[in-house]
């Protein structure tokens, strides 16, 4: 068939818009050639129609988005996969006393800190002071320990992504991500920016993780990494980087869980499952987590399920390079607070009580410490 190449003029992009909305629904992607120009058109439309940044990819040759167009990983069949690692859980003997240690307080004060530095834009110069901050905070957290360590990953761009490390006793080439965004941004003005929903929350509950785990002692037997992506808010770009830079390596990543937005009480559960552009088997292992946890006492989780629709978080980074991924939410993806991305996103609309947020990083420390370890997955 003859290749055919739409170009689009400003005031056309709307239709573009619904013939990918009408492909989307048949299931399908399209790819149509843009110039830069079009791309802030196009970008304005979206956020104007669809009430969001993302949902379409830019690929700087038309093999790079056929590439992504064609990519296995987002089919059901991948999706559906089952785990590499069979997990039971039955780590309950460390896992209940490490709960305990969450303190609320804390995931408050990480919130606070992050929100006051003014932006954490991903190239500016704010932005590397927080991943700093965060390498600085995230080192205290394991001072002594020979297994810890905490690197920075570099960008051509100012600001780093952070990675904590925690080695496997038994299987350390066998990782286990939890990450969330560490940027933020205000599509008005750049330099306020306090992203304490999008993503401080996300980033206090991964922190939080890392703090009770090592505070608490444990020796995984796979390797635990804890990472803070730089440049989601510009197309998933620092989380892209490392999965992409892990898959070249022949690193192998066993499960990743995104946290991103955890502190707004928009709906009446404390947590969504995102269900499109994740594994299955993943996310019905933290429903059980859930369960298994709540019937032993240390919490009264309650979740339900949404959509996001698009590739909208750092998970489909890992997703796209056929890693499992998970993604719980704070509410209904249609209920999700409307001040991210202003100067407005402050911790005085969440949950000041951090109560909504421990939710997530208690999630994540169940994940962290019986997915590592549980007895089954060792015995595979
Ligand atoms: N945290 C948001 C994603 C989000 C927003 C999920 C609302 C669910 C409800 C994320 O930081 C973000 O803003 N993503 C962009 C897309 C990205 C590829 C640039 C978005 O949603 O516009
Ligand atoms: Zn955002």
């Known amino acids: 068939m003859q290749e055919q190449w739409i170009v689009f003029d400003n005031d056309a992009t709307g239709s573009l818009i619904t013939a990918l909305a009408t492909d989307a629904r048949l299931g399908a992607r399209a790819i149509a050639r843009f110039?830069?120009?079009?791309e802030t058109a196009l970008h304005e439309t979206f956020h104007y129609e669809k009430h969001r940044c993302g949902g379409y990819t830019l690929h700087l040759s038309r093999a790079a988005a056929e590439v992504e167009a064609a990519n296995p990983?987002?089919?059901?069949?991948?999706?559906?996969?089952?785990?590499?690692?069979?997990?039971?859980?039955?780590q309950q003997a460390d896992v209940v006393p490490a709960l305990e240690l969450v303190d609320t307080e804390h995931i408050i004060g990480t919130i606070e800190c992050l929100q006051d530095m003014g932006t954490r834009y991903y190239d500016s110069d704010a932005g590397q002071d927080a991943a700093l901050e965060l390498e600085a905070r995230w080192s205290d957290y394991g001072i002594g320990r020979s297994d810890f360590s905490?690197?920075?990953?570099?960008?051509?761009?100012?600001?780093?992504?952070?990675?904590?490390?925690?080695?496997?006793?038994?299987?350390?080439?066998?990782?286990?991500?939890?990450?969330?965004?560490?940027?933020?941004?205000?599509?008005?003005?750049?330099?306020?920016?306090?992203?304490?929903?999008?993503?401080?929350?996300?980033?206090?509950?991964?922190?939080e993780v890392l703090r009770v785990v090592l505070a608490y002692g444990f020796r995984p037997q796979r390797t635990l990494q804890f990472m803070a992506y730089a440049a989601e808010e510009v197309g998933l770009r620092g989380s892209c980087a490392i999965a992409e830079e892990y898959k070249r390596a022949a690193k192998n990543v066993v499960a990743a869980l995104q946290l991103d937005?955890?502190?707004?009480?928009?709906?009446?559960?404390?947590?969504?499952?995102?269900?499109?552009?994740?594994?299955?088997?993943?996310?019905?292992?933290?429903?059980?987590?859930?369960?298994?946890?709540?019937?032993?006492?240390?919490?009264?989780?309650?979740?339900?399920?949404?959509?996001?629709?698009?590739?909208?978080?750092?998970?489909?980074?890992?997703?796209?390079?056929?890693?499992?991924?998970?993604?719980?939410?704070?509410?209904?993806?249609?209920?999700?607070?409307?001040e991210i991305h202003t100067a407005r996103d402050l911790l005085r609309k969440l949950d000041k009580t951090g109560t909504k947020q421990a939710c997530f990083a208690k999630l994540g420390i169940e994940f962290m410490m019986e997915i590592s370890t549980s007895r089954t997955a060792m015995e595979r």
């Open 35 to 38: 110039s830069p120009e079009l």
């Open 73 to 90: 990983f987002y089919s059901d069949n991948y999706l559906n996969r089952p785990l590499a690692v069979p997990c039971r859980i039955d």
């Open 150 to 207: 905490v690197t920075r990953f570099e960008h051509p761009w100012k600001q780093d992504s952070v990675i904590a490390s925690i080695k496997g006793a038994a299987l350390p080439g066998e990782i286990v991500v939890i990450g969330g965004h560490l940027d933020s941004i205000n599509k008005c003005n750049q330099s306020v920016a306090p992203g304490a929903d999008d993503n401080a929350s996300g980033i206090a509950a991964v922190s």
């Open 261 to 338: 937005m955890t502190g707004f009480s928009g709906s009446p559960h404390d947590m969504y499952f995102v269900n499109d552009y994740v594994s299955r088997p993943l996310t019905d292992f933290l429903k059980k987590l859930i369960g298994e946890y709540n019937r032993q006492g240390p919490h009264e989780i309650t979740f339900g399920d949404t959509d996001c629709g698009y590739a909208c978080s750092d998970h489909v980074a890992w997703t796209r390079v056929g890693v499992p991924a998970a993604f719980p939410f704070e509410a209904l993806f249609s209920d999700y607070n409307k």
